[in-house]
């Protein structure tokens, strides 16, 4: 499956798309789609998540030798979102280790931003001449997510760990996608059935 291509969009907000930055089959997460710059530059780029003088930021002044470190940030705030929504979408009412640490930065997130006006609605941008700006972008979308989308329509696919939006009615949606986990989850309802 191409990394930009509308089956990688499918979470139904951008900050679940970010989560969903792995190719995965069976909840492993062991394979990255953003796992190298030019492959998070594409990403970004396809995204609604970074504004036209962010995107020329990424791609003209981040340094090549901050390109690992802001990477390796990058995946940990992918796997800490993961973990915690994971955790909210399946019903956890306890707060655990990994929505503490998103907490915590989405409150370093918000300290480093200013709101702005963007269309008729305030948004918060993450001041770039921190060097955290892109983690910061990433954590407020995170946030937006939390506080503004109605959070009992957060789903896991039941095949791999891709995170979506139930749009549906009733139980909805119970894969990421019809095309690729809801045929694998088919295919193999019926072998089973056929033994």
Same mark, same amino acid.
């Given at each position: 499956?191409?990394?930009?291509?509308?089956?990688?969009?499918?979470? @139904?907000?951008?900050?679940?798309?970010?989560?969903?930055?792995?190719?995965?089959?069976?909840?492993?997460?062991?394979?990255?789609?953003?796992?190298?710059?030019?492959?998070?530059?594409?990403?970004?780029?396809?995204?609604?998540?970074?504004?036209?003088?962010?995107?020329?930021? $990424?791609?003209?002044?981040?340094?090549? *030798?901050?390109? *690992?470190? $802001?990477? *390796?940030?990058?995946?940990?705030?992918?796997?800490?979102?993961?973990?915690?929504?994971? @955790?909210?979408?399946?019903?956890?009412?306890? *707060?655990?280790?990994?929505?503490?640490?998103?907490?915590?930065?989405?409150?370093?997130?918000?300290?480093?931003?200013?709101?702005?006006?963007?269309?008729?609605?305030?948004?918060?941008?993450?001041?770039?001449?921190?060097?955290?700006?892109?983690?910061?972008?990433?954590?407020?979308?995170?946030?937006?997510?939390?506080?503004?989308?109605?959070?009992?329509?957060?789903?896991?696919?039941?095949?791999?760990?891709?995170?979506?939006?139930?749009?549906?009615?009733?139980?909805?949606?119970?894969?990421?996608?019809?095309?690729?986990?809801?045929?694998?989850?088919?295919?193999?309802?019926?072998?089973?059935?056929?033994?």
């Amino acid at each position: 499956m191409a990394l930009c291509n509308e089956d990688a969009f499918i979470g @139904g907000h951008p900050a679940l798309d970010f989560v969903n930055t792995v190719d995965d089959q069976d909840k492993c997460r062991d394979s990255s789609r953003i796992s190298d710059w030019p492959g998070f530059l594409g990403w970004a780029n396809a995204s609604s998540l970074f504004s036209e003088q962010q995107m020329n930021a $990424l791609e003209n002044e981040i340094q090549q *030798t901050d390109i *690992t470190t $802001l990477l *390796t940030s990058i995946h940990e705030l992918r796997e800490t979102a993961y973990a915690s929504l994971s @955790g909210i979408a399946s019903g956890e009412t306890q *707060t655990d280790e990994a929505l503490q640490k998103l907490e915590e930065g989405i409150r370093i997130a918000l300290n480093n931003s200013s709101l702005k006006l963007k269309g008729n609605n305030y948004i918060w941008v993450p001041d770039m001449v921190n060097p955290n700006w892109v983690i910061d972008v990433l954590t407020l979308s995170i946030e937006s997510l939390l506080r503004f989308h109605d959070i009992s329509k957060l789903k896991e696919c039941g095949r791999c760990s891709w995170m979506f939006l139930n749009q549906g009615r009733g139980r909805g949606r119970r894969w990421c996608n019809m095309r690729t986990c809801g045929n694998r989850a088919k295919s193999v309802s019926f072998r089973n059935r056929k033994q």
